[in-house]
């Protein structure tokens, strides 16, 4: 339903036709029949307005989530901004749009905002933030990584890191010819820039003059629990051996994490599993990536392809 805009006497409250429960024709009627004020329909509040400018719609005002606080009237959590916006009117000019729709995009034609990175609200003033899902445009330390949901470590919601890998080892996840999985069985954080993360590189080496390679599967677990998985990958098998690259997992600094080897027995053209501590970029020194190049990252484990777990921290 609508947004909806009420005046306390002092700041202004926005809720929906939905929480006040409308769903008729006339909302004015059914406020002025037996409507009662509710807490718990208020979604923001702005900042305190002058009393010279009470009978004035919101003029880019500062607005606030609630506070959870038991009062009469709303509060506003000063801790929790929401954004800077006011209400659109026909005469307001082009900057003045895009403020109110907080970098959204106004279109005069249906009078709305139309909101340019998954933002939700009449204002584009809900930004996409730990939802589970790695937002490019909030992942940034501005946002903390979209409020976390750009790392392992990070990341609270049952679904984090599904749809979080658009290759595995560096190849394009359609150019898999035999695979054991829907995409929504892969696991990852291929995204995660948190620099509080340490970088931990799974390496296989393939066997020499082999043409094509299947892969087990692995499971990079830090922790316990399924929120804990920093990496789930399928069977898988490829014929394009000069795309193989180390799979980079961003880990929590001093974290005890195991790697879970699966479906080996199927494996072939793979000689061995490596996993390499990535050296530090500061020192200067230039890191080989390729296939079996541990000249500058430390190796932590480095073992044939059976179905078993390993641990390291």
């Given at each position: 339903g609508r947004e909806l805009l009420f005046f306390t006497g002092r700041t202004w409250v926005m809720t929906t036709e939905r929480q006040i429960g409308f769903n008729g024709?006339?909302?004015?009627?059914?406020?002025?029949?037996?409507?009662?004020?509710?807490?718990?329909?208020?979604?923001?509040?702005s900042e305190p307005v002058a009393p010279s400018d009470a009978w004035s719609w919101p003029s880019k005002e500062q607005w606030y989530y609630?506070?959870?606080?038991?009062?009469?009237?709303?509060?506003?959590?000063?801790?929790?901004?929401?954004g800077i916006f006011e209400c659109i009117d026909s005469s307001s000019t082009e900057s003045d749009r895009s403020i109110s729709c907080n970098g959204g995009y106004y279109n005069p034609e249906t009078g709305i905002c139309e909101c340019q990175h998954n933002?939700?609200?009449?204002?584009?003033?809900?930004?996409?933030?730990?939802?589970?899902?790695?937002?490019?445009?909030?992942?940034?330390?501005?946002?903390?990584?979209?409020?976390?949901?750009?790392?392992?470590?990070t990341c609270t919601e049952p679904h984090c890191g599904i749809g979080g890998a658009e290759t595995l080892f560096g190849m394009d996840i359609e150019s898999l010819y035999y695979t054991d999985f829907s995409t929504e069985e892969i696991i990852g954080f291929q995204k995660c820039k948190d620099d509080q993360m340490t970088a931990i590189l799974l390496e296989l080496v393939p066997l020499p003059q082999v043409t094509d390679v299947c892969v087990p599967s692995f499971t990079v677990q830090c922790g316990d629990g399924e929120g804990s998985i920093f990496l789930r990958t399928p069977f898988v098998c490829t014929t394009d051996l000069e795309d193989l690259q180390q799979e980079v997992i961003m880990v929590p600094h001093g974290a005890t994490c195991s790697l879970t080897i699966d479906n080996a027995k199927m494996t072939s053209g793979i000689d061995r599993i490596q996993l390499l501590l990535q050296s530090d970029?500061?020192?200067?020194e230039e890191e080989d990536d390729s296939p079996g190049g541990t000249a500058t990252n430390n190796l932590l484990l480095q073992v044939p392809v059976f179905d078993e777990v390993l641990e390291w921290s």
């Open positions: 024709s006339d909302v004015l009627e059914f406020l002025s029949n037996g409507f009662e004020f509710g807490l718990d329909w208020v979604n923001l509040i609630p506070s959870q606080s038991q009062s009469v009237l709303p509060v506003a959590n000063t801790s929790r901004p929401a933002e939700t609200g009449a204002f584009c003033e809900n930004p996409p933030l730990r939802n589970g899902v790695c937002d490019d445009y909030f992942n940034d330390a501005s946002t903390n990584y979209d409020d976390g949901d750009c790392c392992g470590a970029a500061s020192t200067g």
